[in-house]
């Protein structure tokens, strides 16, 4: 099977099925919620489709079927999910890690198409030039994405919560440049 990775819409049917895409891939477990997809839809239309560094991909098939999705933007203070890491890991860490960052924000591949190199594909493309030293990411622990990323160079900065009682993550972070700019 063949795919190529275009832009990604905020708006429109390619873009509803990529949200369709996200919420198909996190129905299933460990995630099991199927509601996530209008969550993802909404902070993309309001928050996270107008930060700065924002990218948006889509994988689509020869046959025009959206197979997968991504995003990400520069990460910074006052951001939720910067904010929960730095309170999370050292003083050192968060130089390293956070101060010149892209976060790799959610990554979804239509279940039927997985293990096909389409998440390879899109987190290649999203970082391609990216000028932030690192990228950073979570993934739940008892997800198999770890592994992928570990692949790509990813390496476990900590192991955290988000919310009392929620699911363990790891927070993970590439090096995309080692000099600072």
Known sequence: MTWRIEPLPLHGPLFEGAIAVYGEAFARPPYSDPDRGAEVRQRLREMHGLRDGYKGLMAV???????????????KKGQWWHECVRAAISAEQTAEWLSDAYELVEIAVEPGFQSQGIGRGLIAEL???RPERTCVLSTRTDSEAHKL?????FEVI??????????????MGKRLRDEPR
Do not use: D, W
């Open 158 to 171: 900590t192991e955290m919560v988000f919310a009392p009682g929620g699911a363990p993550f790891y927070v």
């Open 61 to 75: 098939t020869e046959a025009g079927a959206i197979a997968g999705m991504c995003y990400g933007y520069h990460s």
């Open 127 to 129: 970082l391609e030039g």
């Open 149 to 153: 990323y570990t692949r790509l160079g």
